[in-house]
């Protein structure tokens, strides 16, 4: 086990229901779009998704536009290749829009897969 002061977050090593300072921000972004109507729901964590056989994928928010659309956002400082992976995988497996989402000057860049 790591044992520096400062944990990489991208490796597990926040408890499952706990955001990074990145998703929070995300998360005061998406009060944002729900208090505008563009969206009308979401949730941290809210689904985990079978990939393979021991292979799980949890979005880090579920989201749900104003066209009754769902989709699974997920939020990155940078990519680790694992997780552009899972989000490829499950993008072709399920019935949802999969967004990640990279803070950027100004705002959010996002990429839809």
Not at 78 to 100: N, S
């Amino acid at each position: 086990m790591w044992k520096g002061k400062n944990p990489r977050y991208g490796l597990g090593y926040l408890k499952c229901g706990e955001k990074n300072k990145t998703e929070e921000s995300y998360e005061q972004y998406l009060e944002l779009l729900k208090r505008s109507g563009s969206i009308v729901w979401y949730e941290f964590e809210a689904i985990k998704l079978r990939l393979a056989k021991k292979t799980f994928y949890t979005p880090d928010f579920l989201v749900m536009r104003a066209d009754g659309i769902l989709e699974c956002h997920e939020v990155k400082g940078h990519w680790e290749d694992d997780a552009r992976v899972k989000v490829k995988v499950a993008a072709e497996k399920f019935p949802f829009v999969f967004r990640a989402v990279k803070k950027i000057k100004g705002g959010w860049q996002e990429e839809v897969f």
